[in-house]
């Protein structure tokens, strides 16, 4: 933002709430000085209403909000400063330092400060701090035989944590087929000629040969491993690997991005911040997101023991219905998911009957958000302080986010100001120059986020790492003079139809605005003349009809008559990861097949 805070006075109200005078100065887009002074406090998100000449007027959003120190009692600018940009190069400032600790550490201090307050609610099973003693980090569950062997194999996995089957998955018969040598082995002794590093398999539900059960893990610690595990505690660093995610290997194998304490714990804390944990008096957040996926890994898990909020998981699997009831039921205040939950969510036929009055805020996050997703939720939801987020699993995940208290037009268009401790850079994608700003290239990104590695894979993590630790997204972006994003794309989605360059979330945008559409994924299919045709993939809301005339005629003269689909074809249903993304690349194949390409 284009805001210098000069100085900060401090005063009293009602001699129990402090409260902090800002005396800005903010150089206006014509040149010169406008001061301004903005009282608030430590509850509060500063708003300046800026009046420019010419009758222009504007709603900005100080990047500064106030927090609780852990250290100390006083409070402090949290945001990501940044100046009036002149380039598409941004840089998160901070008056905080980056936190120096581990993922144990932090949970030790959170141990410490909230004993007594609930960590984590499974429906109707509750853990509080004082009994929270360890985080897991699992694969995704939604792998099969090859993916669970590679993934294993790939970073010499001594132990593996899971139930005897998941909806349709059965990981005991898995791993008894990866490794036959388990039914005869003595349990935490396993010898696999496939899985040489694999020692013990723990299952939580069930007793079966050869593997651990939980509950006797458990009750097999003595006072002295706990000396062993406190020993190991001081000897670790925070730059040590802690966390691989597997990124979905749809053009290959899954690459492990490697993230380190460091990594996880400060995205955990700015993102946490910018959200508001430092200033609500209260954070219950319900998290459909899944725990094996960045988001709900960091954003859930490490934020709890980095701020002491209380995470509440609606159901085992993911259910829109379970997310409703539960934010009812326990009084969630903050709602996380992907742009499909919410979807979901709101196409609930009863959804009013719900009382969602506790929510406050909600965090969007996974895939491209289209702007009348983010009015519906404001609007039906109630939800007023929803943030749209960008990030990617390399990038541990948070690099911009929205601001609580943005203006809706913010909300809906773009991803928010780049985090804290972070820098980001627009260039092109042939030359590599950073481009003017408002022009679209490709989304680099330096800083604490970036992960370490892909596990054992230098060549690849050179591809996507320079020597000067800028990684490369493989997003199409742009970057306003205030440093707020739009992300137009992926690289790799680009549709080139006879040498024209077209990005589906633009035609994606434009189609949600049609009253019958509630979900449209458009993408590109082969063709012998121009190479790619445009093809919309369209979900109706229930009980509407449409036809690829009435689409097609919606489009003319709204958008260039090259991004008109050619294709529009009615689905009931999207091929989706296990964490709720729709898969692309299955989708190709399915209309290429069903379109005889």
């Not at 909300?411 to 780049?418: A, I, R």
């Amino acid at each position: 933002m284009p805001a210098h805070i000069r100085t900060l006075k401090k005063c009293l109200h009602d001699c129990v709430l402090q409260k902090y005078v800002y005396t800005c100065k903010i150089r206006s887009i014509f040149g010169f000085l406008l001061a301004i002074k903005t009282d608030f406090d430590f509850l509060g998100m500063v708003h300046v209403f800026i009046s420019y000449p010419l009758g222009l007027s504007q709603v900005t959003s100080l990047n500064a909000f106030t927090c609780r120190s852990w250290s100390s009692n006083h409070v402090e600018d949290v945001g990501a400063t940044t100046d009036y940009l002149t380039s598409s190069y941004v840089h998160g400032t901070s008056s905080l330092s980056l936190l120096p600790w581990t993922v144990g550490q932090s949970l030790e201090k959170a141990v410490d400060r909230w004993p007594d307050r609930e960590a984590v609610v499974f429906v109707q099973d509750v853990l509080h701090f004082k009994k929270l003693v360890s985080l897991q980090v699992s694969v995704n569950p939604a792998y099969q035989l090859k993916e669970v062997e590679y993934t294993l194999k790939k970073v010499q996995c001594k132990a593996v944590l899971c139930p005897t089957s998941f909806k349709t998955q059965r990981y005991c018969d898995m791993l008894r087929e990866i490794c036959p040598e388990i039914d005869s082995a003595a349990s935490g002794m396993i010898k696999s000629s496939r899985l040489p590093d694999l020692r013990m398999v723990i299952v939580t539900d069930s007793r079966q040969p050869g593997m651990l059960h939980v509950d006797d893990v458990m009750q097999a610690g003595e006072s002295h491993h706990t000396k062993e595990l406190m020993d190991l505690q001081t000897k670790l660093s925070c730059d040590d690997p802690i966390n691989i995610q597997f990124t979905s290997g749809t053009t290959g194998n899954p690459k492990g991005a490697t993230l380190s304490h460091h990594n996880i714990v400060n995205n955990a804390y700015f993102t946490g911040l910018r959200i508001g944990y430092g200033w609500r008096p209260q954070v219950r957040v319900c998290i459909p997101a899944p725990l094996h996926h960045a988001f709900g890994t960091v954003l859930g898990g490490i934020c709890t023991a980095v701020h002491g909020i209380t995470l509440i998981f609606p159901s085992v699997g993911y259910d829109s219905r379970a997310s409703l009831e539960t934010i009812q039921k326990e009084k969630c205040n903050i709602l996380y998911g992907t742009p499909t939950m919410y979807i979901d969510m709101l196409n609930q036929a009863d959804l009013h009957k719900f009382d969602l009055s506790s929510l406050e805020a909600g965090i969007i996050g996974g895939s491209p958000c289209p702007a009348d997703l983010v009015k519906k939720i404001i609007t039906d939801m109630k939800m007023k302080e929803i943030m749209v987020g960008y990030g990617t699993t390399e990038n541990s995940p948070v690099t911009f986010l929205g601001f609580p208290r943005d203006n809706e037009e913010l909300k809906t268009s773009t991803v928010g100001c780049v985090m804290n401790h972070t820098e980001a850079k627009v260039v092109d994608t042939f030359t590599g120059e950073t481009v003017p700003l408002g022009v679209s290239g490709e989304l680099l990104t330096r800083g604490y986020c970036v992960m370490l590695e892909y596990w054992e894979e230098p060549e690849k993590t050179r591809e996507v790492i320079s020597k000067d630790r800028w990684y490369r997204t493989g997003d199409m972006a742009n970057l306003d003079h205030f440093g707020y994003c739009r992300i137009v794309g992926r690289i790799k989605d680009m549709i080139i139809r006879g040498g024209e360059n077209i990005y589906p979330a633009e035609i994606e945008q434009f189609l949600y605005t049609h009253p019958k559409i509630q979900e449209v994924e458009v993408i590109g299919v082969k063709d012998e003349r121009f190479g790619e045709q445009v093809c919309a993939c369209v979900k109706l809301k229930e009980g509407q009809t449409s036809s690829v005339d009435e689409i097609r005629a919606y489009c003319k003269g709204q958008i260039s008559h090259f991004k008109i689909p050619h294709y529009v074809i009615f689905v009931d249903s999207y091929p989706l990861t296990f964490s709720g993304k729709i898969q692309k690349v299955k989708l190709r194949e399915q209309m290429e097949k069903k379109l005889g390409l």
